[in-house]
């Protein structure tokens, strides 16, 4: 135990280097651009205080979304998600793996949980001891089931989830503005070094390696950020976009998408002002999610009979959680293509729950 407790720690120190040489090369471009460049290059003190507003106006948006990232702790399941004891204990004494899934199908029907493994798996993580909600996943780097995971980033030493995921965006968002505005603003004092119009002075060396170091960055993080809002406005993580979800009629790339603008009010929240800021802001608690499938379990339906028959002991779950999280579904379809037996059959459901 002792040499891998030792190699755990080691790995953990070693994984903040990446954050360590962000910061290293961030604050060396604070110093570049505000003491070699506006303090010590430009002349005109009109143009010199308009570029450092600017400057400190991005790069205070840049540092606070990116250590928001950093800082905000990976969502996990929440207890109800864990096996009941005498479940437990059943599925632990259990070696059949069929046997161990009709338990778990068991404890499932009375979640939110409406996506399987290829092959029609309850998602089980059997290092957390929890069913796996929708769009959770385990980060083996973490070592926890993450809600909505999407990556795990080096960059920030943390994993991308339902609890980050604006703030990660921001983030990409923020540093490539910081990037564009000091490559943009140096570009002019950077030709007039090359071509020798200005003195030789040790602010030559800062202003022609910010040049290069603000475009080579914003160039790669252009491609990052631009595929990160391409799978906001999709509703898929990374993790949905190489590998499409499966639910129970089969895996649906789009089975979370419900229109570009509820898709960014997801992750950004409905009151546009709050957008630009990394403050929390997101819709949900990261264990359920709206789906536009409205296809409703045959085994929740008999679970919904059996309550309402006064037989609540195989099910602890209410039918209201079980049916409302179906009517939802139905009335947040956006384009309306469904089918009128799914419809049918969940309105025959909620009349026997009232009855």
Request: charged content about 20%.
């Amino acid at each position: 135990m002792a040499p891998h407790h030792v190699l755990r720690c080691c790995q953990r120190s070693l994984s903040w280097i990446p954050v360590i040489f962000i910061n290293l090369v961030v604050g060396w471009s604070y110093y570049a651009y505000v003491v070699e460049l506006c303090i010590l290059t430009i002349p005109n003190n009109a143009e010199k205080i308009s570029y450092l507003v600017v400057f400190h106006l991005f790069f205070i948006m840049f540092i606070w979304s990116y250590w928001k990232t950093i800082c905000s702790r990976p969502a996990n399941p929440s207890k109800e998600f864990c096996l009941p004891k005498v479940e437990k204990e059943q599925y632990e004494k259990e070696e059949h793996p069929d046997t161990q899934q009709e338990i778990l199908k068991k404890v499932v029907v009375g979640l939110p949980v409406y996506t399987r493994t290829g092959t029609g798996a309850v998602r089980y993580c059997d290092r957390c001891l929890v069913i796996k909600p929708d769009r959770c996943h385990h980060c083996s780097t973490c070592d926890m089931c993450v809600l909505k995971m999407d990556h795990h980033c080096p960059w920030v030493n943390n994993c991308v989830g339902f609890s980050n995921y604006k703030f990660f965006v921001l983030f990409l968002a923020y540093s490539m503005l910081y990037c564009a505005f000091i490559a943009a603003t140096v570009l002019q004092y950077f030709i007039k070094f090359w071509t020798n119009q200005l003195p030789d002075t040790h602010a030559k060396f800062h202003v022609l390696f910010l040049f290069f170091v603000a475009a080579m960055f914003f160039i790669s993080i252009l491609s990052l950020f631009s595929y990160h809002l391409w799978l906001v406005g999709k509703n898929r993580t990374t993790i949905e976009a190489f590998r499409a979800p499966v639910f129970r009629n089969g895996p649906d790339k789009n089975g979370f998408s419900l229109g570009f603008s509820r898709n960014m009010a997801e992750v950004f929240g409905d009151q546009k002002k709050y957008w630009m800021f990394p403050i929390y802001t997101s819709h949900g608690d990261g264990n359920s999610f709206v789906t536009r499938l409205v296809n409703l379990d045959p085994e929740q339906i008999a679970v919904g009979l059996q309550i309402n028959g006064k037989s609540s002991v195989d099910c602890p779950a209410s039918p209201k959680h079980v049916l409302g999280d179906t009517i939802n579904h139905i009335e947040d379809h956006q384009d309306g293509s469904f089918d009128k037996t799914d419809v049918a059959e969940t309105v025959t459901v909620t009349i026997e729950s009232e009855s």
